[in-house]
């Protein structure tokens, strides 16, 4: 059983481009959450989505971030007209349920460089 | 604000000393859950505590949890040198506790 797939690992993008980071849940697990390392820096939470529906999204930016998690296909974390603050490892994690004390298990992280 | 806060920031050891590794946090909690890093990796799960558990163990690990001091703490025995790593503890904002805050977290630096 796969573990959480992200890619790219690395993604390095120009001022005002897009970034669109992706993340394949693990086998069985309908809840996805996007996190933001900066460096030196704990884990900050940005959303939190299951399958076609956005729970709680009180840790995005409230312009140039998007979440979605379709159906079918990975999730998807985009960011619009990337800045240099943009600049952070994105970690997403997965969990089979939304059931108290679940753990979740978390990918290798994307890590953003925007020049 | 933090929700989770580790302390202390660093630590360097010796191969085969105990380290101890604190979390205060500041709401009611549901759990308390414990992870590990690697540089430029991503995080592993090492234990969950609920709130109504003092104590886990797990291998060489052993977390406690005092609700009343809204405090935890981490306590790698007999470490090693693999062991070097950052480690955070998180709280979560979701009933289901999957939705987590991380504190900064300790670096630990076992040395051989």
């Known amino acids: 059983n796969a573990g959480v797939m992200q890619n790219p690992r690395h993604l390095v993008r120009r001022r005002g481009q897009e970034a669109r980071l992706r993340c394949s849940p693990m086998?069985?697990?309908?809840?996805v959450y996007w996190y933001r390392q900066l460096p030196e820096e704990g884990l900050k939470f940005m959303v939190y989505l299951q399958k076609e529906n956005i729970i709680d999204e009180s840790g995005m930016p409230k312009e140039r971030f998007s979440a979605e998690f379709p159906k079918e296909g990975p999730s998807i974390l985009r960011i619009q007209q990337v800045v240099r603050g943009d600049s952070a490892a994105y970690f997403c994690a997965s969990s089979p349920s939304g059931q108290e004390n679940t753990e979740a298990f978390f990918g290798q992280g994307t890590r953003l460089t925007v020049v | 604000s933090q929700q989770g806060e580790e302390d202390p920031q660093a630590l360097s050891i010796q191969e085969g000393e105990n380290a101890t590794m604190n979390c205060s946090y500041k709401?009611?909690?549901?759990?308390l859950q414990w992870y590990r890093q690697n540089s430029g990796r991503g995080l592993v799960h090492l234990i969950l505590i609920r709130s109504n558990e003092r104590e886990k163990h797990s291998g060489r690990l052993r977390v406690t949890l005092d609700t009343s001091k809204k405090s935890s703490s981490l306590l790698i025995t007999a470490s090693r040198a693999a062991d070097t790593a950052s480690y955070f503890c998180?709280?979560?904002?979701?009933?289901?506790?999957?939705?987590?805050?991380f504190g900064k977290g300790t670096t630990l630096s076992v040395s051989s």
């Open positions: 086998k069985g697990h309908s809840h």
């Open positions: 998180a709280t979560a904002i979701n009933q289901a506790g999957t939705a987590l805050i």
């Open positions: 709401t009611s909690i549901n759990n």
